[in-house]
């Protein structure tokens, strides 16, 4: 690779420079490699500050753009500009717009912190960590807190980053902070987050005082239980007793009344198959924990089945249409079934907020299965954008249904429905299993 100054490189030769380093063999002492891993880690901190310039370079140059259409409203292109950096950094749509906006605050706002981070004294994350800590700050008083902060960089870990940094946001800004502390309170809220393992985190923004009281009550109960021979953990207890408080219902013995869509094979819930089944939007249980909950809400009479058709090849729902112009009532619900209920951009993890025509309505798109997605908000709203187009492929009738399109700078989309849970056999007979619901199961219809 010929020598090159920082300002002519360009794609091609990155590409290349991304070629020599993914085919590093490691040589010589333990010393050596140490050596090495530092090196690259610094080339790491370069790379990141490279994407930084070039980030916020081009969303610069995005936004000069006339991207207007006459007679129609046109999202914010922040949108726009941001499911593109998503695209092209393999992150999803907010991500990308986020990560613009922090480019711009490190380049414009954070001049010592950048540079650090060119040299090698910061990783891209804790960068970004001080961007984001002083977002609610002027620019001018962002400038004052990096040289304030900047001497104490290097060396600091994550949690004494931020807490450095907040020191001094706090010293600068007081009135701003003191301000924006009393916001924060106005705005508790209750969060939730799926984890990887078939459970969920539930985060609720408190008052430091109420948060006191809540974990009082949550201690008391786990000293109770304890004391009268619970079985049950402190952090079980904890857990029961902030659910049942909440909704009435006791965890560890009543079935939800709740609707909760559950797609498994018949042959994993009542054969001996183990793929497992997938709950709408949030993600797969394993087949044994499946039946053990079907079981529950159908002894209940809280149960009902829905038997859904599918491909025999890879799990594809079989399409639906209607007259409507809205998806709405069965065909919404096919089209969260078929998508998993998340959001059809490619990187996104957003749930589906919208159903959309991937041929829009306007331009004569029908309302069927095949010509409708999954969307978030976001998405769909960036979707909208000038330049931006979307289409469904000519593909085999057995096939997942794919939407592919093309982003307003020549990014490259295709997002394929995920396959529907269950076992690879997809006949339309009725299988012994399945003869076995009527007689085995109480099931309320």
Same mark, same amino acid.
């Given at each position: 690779?010929?020598? %090159? ?35 690259? %880690? ?6 990141? $500050?490279? &994407? ?13 753009? !006339? ?15 941001? +499911? ?18 922090? /480019? ?10 950048? +540079? ?6 910061? $990783?891209? !994350? ?14 001018? &008083? ?51 987050? &799926?984890? !990887? !393992?078939?459970?969920? %985190? ?14 009082? +009550? ?49 042959? /994993? ?10 709950? $709408? ?8 924990? *499946? ?30 249409? /209607? ?19 998340? *959001?059809?951009?490619?990187? *996104? ?26 969307? *978030? ?12 187009? /979307? ?35 997809? +006949? ?18």
């Amino acid at each position: 690779m010929k020598p %090159q100054t920082a300002s002519t490189w360009q794609a091609d030769d990155l590409h290349a420079l991304a070629d020599l380093l993914s085919g590093l063999t490691p040589t010589g002492l333990p010393s050596d490699h140490l050596d090495q891993l530092e090196a690259l %880690q610094r080339v790491k901190s370069a790379v990141a $500050t490279a &994407q930084v310039a070039v980030t916020a370079t081009f969303a610069d140059a995005a936004d000069t753009e !006339d991207a207007r259409v006459d007679g129609r409203r046109t999202p914010p292109r922040a949108m726009s500009i941001g +499911a593109e950096v998503g695209l092209a950094t393999l992150a999803s749509p907010h991500t990308g717009e986020q990560r613009v906006l922090l /480019s711009r605050r490190l380049r414009d706002d954070l001049p010592h912190t950048l +540079a650090a981070l060119a040299r090698g004294e910061l $990783t891209e !994350d804790r960068a970004y960590a001080v961007a984001r800590e002083v977002a609610h700050l002027t620019p001018d &008083q962002r400038r004052q807190v990096d040289e304030d902060v900047e001497p104490r960089l290097p060396g600091l870990g994550d949690v004494r980053l931020r807490e450095t940094v907040r020191r001094s946001c706090l010293r600068i800004a007081s009135e701003t902070e003191t301000r924006r502390y009393r916001r924060a309170r106005a705005d508790r809220r209750v969060t939730s987050r &799926q984890l !990887d !393992d078939g459970t969920c %985190q539930l985060t609720a923004i408190l008052p430091l005082e109420v948060l006191a009281a809540v974990r009082a +009550a949550l201690d008391a109960a786990a000293t109770t239980a304890r004391a009268e021979g619970d079985p049950r953990t402190g952090g079980q207890v904890r857990a029961d007793t902030l659910a049942t408080r909440i909704t009435g219902l006791d965890p560890a013995s009543d079935a939800p009344a709740v609707r909760v869509n559950l797609v498994i094979g018949v042959e /994993s819930l009542f054969g001996d198959g183990t793929e497992p089944g997938l709950i $709408t939007g949030l993600g797969f249980l394993p087949a044994a924990l *499946c039946t053990d909950l079907v079981r529950r809400a159908s002894q209940a009479a809280k149960a009902t089945l829905r038997r859904l058709f599918v491909t025999p090849s890879d799990r594809g729902l079989i399409a639906m249409e /209607s007259a409507s112009r809205r998806f709405d009532g069965l065909l919404a619900e096919f089209i969260e079934l078929r998508d998993g209920g998340i *959001c059809r951009t490619p990187g *996104c993890n957003a749930l589906i907020r919208h159903h959309d025509h991937v041929q829009p309505a306007k331009e004569h798109g029908r309302t069927t299965a095949g010509n409708g997605q999954g969307l *978030c908000e976001r998405c769909n709203y960036a979707k909208e954008s000038p330049g931006w187009t /979307s289409w469904v492929p000519d593909l085999p009738p057995d096939a997942r249904h794919e939407v592919h399109g093309v982003t307003e700078h020549l990014r490259i989309l295709r997002s394929t429905a995920p396959p529907l849970a269950g076992g690879p056999a997809g +006949a339309i007979e009725y299988s012994p299993y399945e003869l076995r619901v009527a007689s085995d199961f109480t099931l309320a219809t």
